[in-house]
Structures are given as C-alpha cells and as structure tokens.
C-alpha cells in the first residue's frame, strides 16, 4: 500500500538553527500538506501545496516558514530561525482522493 | 467556539465493550475524517465520510449532515484500540485545492484488559 514518508523522525536543534523536515508523498497525488500539533494540543493546519505554489497557508505559516518540492518528489517544509515554540510533532500530509498522513517528525527545540 | 467539537475528551473501557465517540461541528463541510493517533504520534485516516455510513472491520462510523454530527463506534473494543481518535472536517468553502482540515481535539481511548 503507498504511505507517505517523513525524515527524520526526530530533530534536535539549538533555537535560531533552520531545520528543512521532509516528506515524500504518494507519487501519484497532487495536493500536498504540513500540519502541526504541539504536545498536548490539537493538530493545526499550516499550508496546502498544488501546482508548485501555496494554495492556503494559516497565520501560523510566517515569514520563518517556507515550502518547497524541490526534485518533483520531496516536499520539504523549512523553518529559517527555530524558536523554543516551534517545538512540536509536524505531519505531512499528500491528497489523491483522500488525504494520507506521514508518521510525523517530532522537533524539538533547545 | 470550536468549529469541531468532540465528546468524550477522554474514555476508559474494558475489553469488549461497544464504543462510541462522537463529533458536532458547526461549519458547513464536504468531508469529514475519523483518524487514528496512536501514543507514537503517527496519525492514520480510518474514513472519510460525506453522507451514511462506512463500515471497516470493527469501525463503524456514520454521519447526519443536517444534524451537523457525527460517531465513531467501536464493537468488541480490544487494547489495541487504545489511541487518541480525532474527528476532522473539510470546509465547504473554497476549490478543490482547499482542503485544509480543521480538527478535533480528540477523544484518549483506553481499552482495559
């Protein structure tokens, strides 16, 4: 069965580092996302992806964040100057029919 | 207000025992998804629904569109059921590319032997 994957499954970074997390969709899909949920909270949508370009982004989505597909297979989500707050578990998710989730990378900010 | 809400927050049952956990929301939507957390973080799409009912192994879930509504039910509930179960809905506003999901907290189900 296809699945989305995601690396690392774990990042630790010092604040003020940028950290690109990564995400390979289902080849065939279309639509790809990034969703975060910080411990204990709800999962928050943060940008939608289609046709090489932002679709929706949320207000959490700043200037720190950025996306890219940069190979026609990746899809990355960059975050330029990490902040204790970005502490969080990020979901990738890519939309044929239905939307299916990567395991997720936890990231975790010192 | 939350667009979704979800009820119980948290549940504790014994094996075997019917569950049921429910959603209300109060956007209009044209999807809305049941979806799997386990304690590893990982999160697995059970069903999406837009009208009636889906039915997969012991999931069974249903949704009323006029009532805004709907449940996940769990039959012959095991341990292994035990995960955070998160109701998430696809607004109706928007294209095709819309598809940003506005989500549950989620209701903990644990499952005692």
């Known amino acids: 069965e296809p699945e989305v994957t995601q690396t690392p499954s774990h990042q630790v970074t010092q604040m003020g580092q940028e950290v690109i997390l990564r995400c390979v969709p289902i080849?065939?899909?279309?639509?790809f996302y990034w969703y975060r949920q910080i411990l204990g909270q709800k999962v928050e949508f943060l940008v939608s992806?289609?046709?090489?370009?932002?679709?929706?982004k949320s207000e959490i989505f700043d200037d720190q964040f950025s996306v890219e597909r940069p190979d026609g297979s990746n899809f990355t989500l960059k975050i330029r100057s990490t902040k204790l707050e970005d502490s969080a578990m990020y979901f990738c998710a890519s939309r044929g029919y239905e939307q299916f989730f990567g395991p997720g990378t936890r990231l975790t900010v010192l | 207000k939350n667009e979704v809400e979800q009820s119980p927050q948290n549940l504790t049952a014994q094996e075997g025992e019917f569950i049921t956990i429910n959603c209300s929301y109060s956007?209009?939507?044209?999807?809305l998804h049941w979806l799997q957390q386990h304690p590893g973080g990982g999160i697995v799409s059970l069903f999406m629904l837009s009208s009636g009912k889906k039915k997969h192994g012991r999931l069974i879930a249903t949704i009323n569109i006029q009532e805004k509504h709907s449940s996940l039910h769990i039959t012959a509930s095991h341990p292994r059921d035990s995960a955070v179960y998160i109701c998430?809905?696809?607004?109706?506003?928007?294209?095709?590319?819309?598809?940003?999901?506005?989500w549950g907290a989620g209701t903990k189900l644990i499952i005692k032997p």
């Open positions: 992806f289609y046709n090489n370009e932002i679709s929706e």
């Open positions: 080849s065939n899909h279309l639509y």
């Open positions: 956007v209009g939507i044209s999807a």
């Open positions: 998430a809905v696809r607004s109706s506003e928007g294209g095709d590319s819309n598809y940003q999901l506005i």
